[in-house]
């Protein structure tokens, strides 16, 4: 029986909702906690210049509204949020949704790169003495190198041969999202055991063969758990090719900016929309590995 | 008539080099299988029995001596689908239905699509299961799993059939059944079978000849005819023959293990 067949009641007695519910309400209270806490100072500040005294109630809804706060109280974050979103038009320059797309466009085309790039790597380590002597450790090595260090070469190399827009900050995100592709095919593709590859030698199979009907179909596991640590990566990359750039759209942008203006309401609300991203593109992987391993029999 | 020999080991040695030193597999191994012969191979764990069989199949390479599958090197054999090799385990690929895995190897063999339907629910029949192509290996029991592992070795008319102690990880029941079945399997076939075991009752049952083996190293220490009639109930193993037969493999173990202590 599937968990959404099962229904609330008795799925709040299973001890599926209230331990869910517990943590985000904990989460919660600390954030606003969190947030007395960080802006008292600017709000004692305050009334200290202006000389009055301020009530442990008016000190704590002060913080709460403040208009530049070290920390956003969470109502504040939700309500630009909906600000930005349902209440600004689609194509006006404040519509997060429209920078949302800016970064996903950007994460969805690096996400494709580093996908192919990761699983062309594999499948060539896998098969080639020379390449998995001579490929893999520069695969590690690459991740050793700070990405904030070698995007901002990166746009610059691109822009001086004339490659701007979406393609700099696509590669910027191949390059953090091929990495764990490479490293779960690789080991996927050598998952099968020593019986199962013996078997293929008994029929004869040629290289190609054990590759499409054994390595393959045995690699799916592995690649979807990659591609799930690869999209959440891919976004990051995506929104780190926005800061250096000074690009005026995407999620890294409003995060860039509101950190110039002091705009901390929206660099949080931008934080979560990334938040929401990731999390959706992670689901969206796992909806299809659900669906993919299911046609392959999964029971 | 003569009967036709089907493989030939001539002082056959096998040197494995590991970290440990050398380790003989194999040493001046001497055997002929004849043409529906049905030979097992019976033996304690690293008398090279599992080994001997793999170099048939060319899943190992003799360090001397010769051997010859169906006139030809286990190579060429192979490549010529002389026989079909039965794993320990199944083996089946868990993403693949019943159907689909025993057409596996039709596929990569290149029969074409009208062939390899009737090959599939021919040997489908022959261990029983028709019915069940459409199932996955999981939702099949162990013996049900083992049986259509023969059957996937069946599919392209071998007419050597190398069996890995195929039925050793199945419980009691159901490896009587499956002798039964194998016999009955072997005499409408007319197939020659290598067959590694480690049970005795079971090597007794099945075979025309035993093959006695003992480790340390790796060599055969007798060959026993069996005196039994190719016509084999179950009961057969509570005759006298069998009995003596049986009687004669274990003193042949035990010679060949004592002469390690």
Not at chain 1, 47 to 68: I, K, M, P, Y
Not at chain 1, 263 to 288: D, K, R
Request: net charge neutral; hydrophobic share 50%; glycine share 8%.
């Amino acid at each position: 029986m599937s968990d959404a067949a099962v229904p609330l009641r008795s799925r709040i007695w299973a001890g599926q909702v209230i331990p869910v519910v517990v943590v985000v309400a904990a989460i919660i209270a600390i954030w606003y906690a969190g947030a007395v806490w960080l802006n008292a100072p600017w709000a004692l500040d305050q009334a200290g210049r202006d000389e009055v005294e301020l009530s442990a109630t008016e000190l704590v809804a002060d913080t709460w509204s403040q208009e530049r706060p070290v920390l956003p109280a969470p109502h504040q974050v939700v309500q630009d949020l909906w600000k930005s979103t349902i209440g600004t038009r689609i194509t006006s320059k404040r519509s997060l949704f429209r920078h949302a797309w800016i970064t996903l466009s950007a994460t969805l085309a690096g996400f494709a790169l580093g996908s192919g790039l990761g699983i062309l790597l594999a499948v060539g380590i896998v098969h080639d003495r020379t390449m998995n002597a001579s490929v893999m450790p520069w695969v590690i090595a690459s991740q050793t190198i700070p990405i904030l260090a070698i995007a901002p070469m990166i746009i610059v190399v691109l822009n001086s041969i004339g490659i701007s827009g979406l393609l700099p900050k696509a590669i910027i995100s191949m390059y953090l999202s091929f990495f764990p592709v490479v490293v779960g095919m690789v080991k996927g593709l050598r998952s099968p055991n020593k019986m199962l590859l013996d078997q293929m030698h008994t029929w004869n199979a040629s290289r190609s063969q054990t590759f499409w009907r054994l390595r393959l179909p045995s690699a799916v596991p592995y690649l979807f758990t990659s591609l799930k640590i690869g999209v959440a990566a891919s976004l990051v990359g995506a929104i780190i090719g926005e800061l250096p750039t000074g690009a005026v759209a995407g999620l890294g942008a409003r995060m860039l900016s509101g950190s110039y203006y002091g705009q901390t309401v929206q660099i949080w609300s931008a934080l979560v929309m990334a938040a929401i991203l990731a999390a959706a593109l992670v689901a969206l992987v796992g909806v299809a590995e659900r669906a993919t391993l299911r046609v392959m029999g999964g029971r | 008539m003569t009967p036709k020999p089907v493989i030939e080991a001539r002082d056959l040695s096998l040197t494995f080099q590991t970290n440990d030193g050398p380790v003989h597999a194999l040493s001046h191994v001497d055997l002929t299988i004849n043409q529906g012969d049905f030979v097992s191979f019976i033996g304690p764990s690293g008398c090279g029995k599992t080994t001997f069989l793999r170099v048939m199949a060319d899943l190992e390479q003799p360090t001397d001596g010769s051997i010859t599958v169906n006139g030809m090197s286990p190579a060429e054999a192979r490549k010529a689908r002389a026989y079909g090799y039965v794993f320990q385990a199944a083996g089946l690929f868990q993403w693949r239905t019943i159907d689909k895995n025993i057409r596996l190897p039709l596929e990569i063999m290149g029969y074409s699509k009208s062939e390899q339907d009737a090959r599939v629910a021919r040997v489908l029949e022959m261990v029983e299961l028709a019915g069940f192509e459409n199932k996955y290996p999981w939702q099949l029991s162990g013996g049900m799993q083992q049986r259509a592992s023969i059957a996937r070795a069946l599919g392209f008319d071998a007419d050597i059939l190398l069996m890995d102690e195929p039925f050793g990880a199945l419980d009691e029941i159901v490896r009587d059944k499956l002798n039964e079945q194998l016999l009955e399997l072997w005499s409408r076939t007319g197939k020659t079978i290598g067959f590694v075991t480690h049970s005795i009752p079971e090597a007794v049952y099945l075979s025309t000849r035993i093959v006695v083996m003992s480790p340390r190293p790796g060599r055969v220490t007798d060959v026993i005819e069996s005196t039994l009639p190719k016509e084999r109930p179950l009961h057969i193993r509570e005759s006298a023959d069998f009995l003596e037969i049986a009687a004669r493999v274990r003193v042949g173990l035990r010679a060949g293990t004592l002469e390690d202590v």
